[in-house]
């Protein structure tokens, strides 16, 4: 049985980065499950040409509030969908995908963004938890978790290229990465740092503003975490960031299966 290869980005628009022809590079990987967030697109409205490769199955989850949010995956490995928004994306603005394939509950997640005012940051912690609670009953179910996607948030010090200077803005709050830290202490893994440990200056997100790109003035705000009995099954986890397109780079997660 081939090992399983996971891919998550946050595409910024996917008709925006099907006009840049941004994810033709999909065409020349081994790719099983494709994890796309902030498609901001209903089903209909996803370009046939963003690649040319045929995966077995799309699922899209659109958000009610057209051209917002919205998240995609596309997949090659026979699984079954559910629907997690009455449990966790009350608002239902488009920000989970859930597969059940093996034992193995896989999650696409647009977690929300808490920098527009405080209600929506009172709704992001809110959202972080649901989702906590959700994962950690099918984990009593017998369920390994997978969990890829843009958490909003930048866990460490390292995690960020500037912490000082963004100590009291969403995505670098205290109570924000204090949810990470709650999230590993309950037996999950950050498997970026799994794998190569506290390396600095690797981030998925940079601002369009000041060539932030360009200088690697970043955030890693975009993850892969699985549950702790599948640490031994980690192969390789990877930020990729000579990938364009968006202002988020690809992640991805290989695992034995």
Same mark, same amino acid.
């Given at each position: 049985?081939?090992?399983?290869?996971?891919?998550?980005?946050?595409?910024? /628009?996917?008709?925006?980065?099907?006009?840049?022809?941004?994810?033709?590079?999909?065409?020349?990987?081994? &790719?099983?499950?494709?994890?796309?967030? +902030? &498609?901001?697109?209903?089903?209909?409205?996803?370009?046939?040409?963003?690649?040319?490769? #045929?995966?077995? +199955?799309?699922?899209?989850?659109?958000?009610?509030?057209?051209?917002?949010? /919205?998240?995609?995956?596309?997949?090659?490995?026979?699984?079954?969908?559910?629907?997690?928004?009455?449990?966790?994306?009350?608002?239902? #603005?488009?920000?989970?995908?859930?597969?059940?394939?093996?034992?193995?509950?896989?999650?696409?997640?647009?977690?929300?963004?808490?920098?527009?005012? +405080?209600? =929506?940051?009172?709704?992001?912690?809110?959202? !972080?938890? =649901?989702?906590?609670?959700? &994962? #950690? +009953?099918?984990?009593?179910?017998?369920?390994?978790?997978?969990?890829?996607?843009?958490?909003?948030?930048?866990?460490?010090?390292?995690?960020?290229?500037?912490?000082?200077?963004?100590?009291?803005?969403?995505?670098?709050?205290?109570?924000?990465? #204090?949810?990470?830290?709650?999230?590993?202490?309950?037996?999950?893994?950050?498997?970026?740092?799994?794998?190569?440990?506290?390396?600095?200056?690797? !981030?998925?997100?940079?601002? %369009?503003?000041?060539?932030?790109?360009?200088?690697?003035?970043?955030?890693?705000?975009?993850?892969? %975490?699985?549950?702790?009995?599948?640490?031994?099954? &980690?192969?390789?986890?990877?930020?990729?960031?000579?990938?364009?397109?968006?202002?988020?780079?690809?992640?991805?997660?290989?695992?034995? =299966?």
């Amino acid at each position: 049985m081939k090992d399983l290869v996971f891919v998550s980005w946050n595409v910024n /628009g996917i008709r925006a980065v099907d006009k840049k022809e941004a994810l033709k590079w999909v065409d020349k990987k081994q &790719i099983d499950f494709l994890a796309l967030q +902030e &498609i901001k697109a209903q089903k209909e409205q996803i370009p046939t040409s963003i690649f040319d490769k #045929e995966f077995l +199955e799309l699922h899209v989850n659109s958000s009610s509030n057209k051209g917002q949010s /919205g998240v995609a995956v596309y997949s090659d490995v026979k699984s079954k969908h559910v629907d997690t928004t009455k449990d966790v994306d009350i608002l239902d #603005e488009g920000r989970i995908n859930e597969f059940h394939f093996d034992d193995i509950a896989f999650f696409n997640v647009y977690f929300p963004n808490g920098q527009r005012n +405080e209600e =929506r940051l009172e709704y992001k912690m809110a959202f !972080y938890d =649901r989702f906590l609670e959700y &994962i #950690e +009953e099918l984990k009593k179910q017998g369920k390994s978790i997978v969990i890829c996607g843009d958490v909003n948030t930048a866990h460490t010090e390292i995690d960020i290229a500037r912490p000082k200077a963004n100590e009291n803005t969403s995505g670098f709050l205290k109570m924000e990465r #204090e949810w990470i830290d709650k999230l590993l202490s309950h037996g999950y893994i950050d498997t970026f740092r799994h794998v190569h440990g506290d390396i600095k200056d690797r !981030y998925s997100w940079w601002s %369009y503003r000041a060539s932030a790109r360009k200088n690697n003035v970043g955030w890693r705000i975009d993850y892969f %975490y699985v549950s702790d009995d599948l640490k031994d099954k &980690i192969l390789g986890a990877e930020i990729h960031d000579d990938i364009l397109g968006s202002d988020h780079c690809p992640i991805s997660l290989t695992l034995k =299966r």
